[in-house]
């Protein structure tokens, strides 16, 4: 599937970037959600990566933690998830006083039991609005500007994690008595015990559609954005195998700055040689994969006319600068 086909093939829910810090994931997201917009659809573009720039991107305010109406777009809203807001209503909404405890208790025992080194709050923040997301049907299209490196879908493992880590619980409840007493106040008493119970019961539930919804490829399309440089590669090497792992589908990657010949500029010159080797190994490496080039421009790319602009490239419209 091209970038041009996920754009307009209405099926398609969500649209992810992806890929190593500043190589231009956010500007990717952006264009591709006025692309989205311009089909007719309703359209939300959050940024999950706790390093905003999608405000910058757009140049307006997008940081109060809703979607806010991008101006002069008729159907596109734009929105950075606050995550210290986040984790404060998370907080109140679970009571005062013993939240962070036992947070801490439940992220430290998750850790030893499953292996899995305990999210950062940040990205189990992000997540969770990333569920929210996926469960609203106000928007028709919804494109995530991810973190670089961030476990951020690797939470969609948590169900299995959970399973295993409330058996494990039930089979020591079982087993040692004096558990009971850490059990009970981590959970403060019988009737609160079943309540966590039944929550985290709810939070699998969601995860588990989550994972249905992101593993759809007509549904979900992760893009890769890199730049044609050995280390972009290796982190790229790595995202996919990540995103295999989890079962997300990925079709494109975005090969974004490259530098174009010039004779006149020794400089320029060598860093288009270097990159077209690199490119060569790209190509190469994922034959499989729609390959879209787009070139470095003059000017930072900001601002809807920006964005527009790295649009059509992205669409196959327009290759020259
Ligand atoms: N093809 C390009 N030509 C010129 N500037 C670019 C290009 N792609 C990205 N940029 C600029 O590079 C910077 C980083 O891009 P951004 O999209 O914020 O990357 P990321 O989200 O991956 O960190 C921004 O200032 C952006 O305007
Ligand atoms: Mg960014």
């Known amino acids: 599937m091209s970038l041009k086909e996920i754009v307009e093939n209405k099926t398609i829910k969500f649209i992810l970037s992806g890929g190593k810090g500043g190589v231009g994931k ?3 997201a952006g264009a591709l959600a006025l692309l989205s917009e311009n089909q007719g659809l309703r359209t939300l573009v959050v940024s999950t990566d706790p390093a905003h720039s999608l405000s910058d991107s757009f140049d307006q305010n997008l940081s109060g933690g809703d979607p806010v109406p991008i101006e002069g777009v ?27 405890q036992d947070m801490a208790m439940a992220s430290s025992l998750l ?43 690797k939470l969609l493992e948590l169900p299995d994690l959970l399973d295993s880590w409330l058996g494990k619980m039930l089979t020591l409840r079982q087993r040692l008595s004096s558990m009971m007493t850490g059990l009970k106040s981590m959970f403060g008493g019988a009737e609160a015990e079943q309540s966590s119970w039944d929550m985290l019961q709810q939070t699998k539930d969601k995860i588990r559609m989550a994972r249905i919804e992101l593993s759809d490829p007509d549904t979900t399309q992760f893009v890769i954005v890199m730049i044609p440089e050995a280390m972009a590669v290796f982190e790229t090497q ?22 174009p010949e010039n004779p006149n500029c020794p400089f320029c010159s060598k860093r288009h040689k270097m990159q077209q080797k690199n490119l060569e190994d790209i190509r190469d490496l994922y034959q ?5 080039e787009v070139p470095l421009f003059e000017n930072e790319i900001r601002g809807i006319e920006g964005l527009r602009k790295l649009g059509k490239v992205l669409m196959g419209e327009d290759t020259k600068e």
């Open 288 to 292: 499989d994969l729609n390959l879209t």
């Open 26 to 28: 956010t500007s990717c």
């Open 238 to 259: 790595r995202l996919l195998g990540s995103l295999n792992a989890w079962n997300i589908p990925v079709s494109n990657i975005i090969i974004n700055q490259l530098v």
């Open 111 to 153: 850790g030893d039991v499953s292996g899995m080194a305990p999210p950062g709050s940040d990205e189990a923040m992000a997540f969770g609005k990333m569920l929210e997301f996926i469960e609203d049907a106000s928007y028709d299209r919804v494109v995530f500007d991810t973190a670089p490196t961030g476990h951020t879908l």
């Open 74 to 100: 008729d159907k596109l809203w734009g929105m950075e998830i606050d995550t210290e807001k986040g984790m404060r209503e998370f907080q109140d909404s679970i009571g005062e006083g013993a939240a962070g």
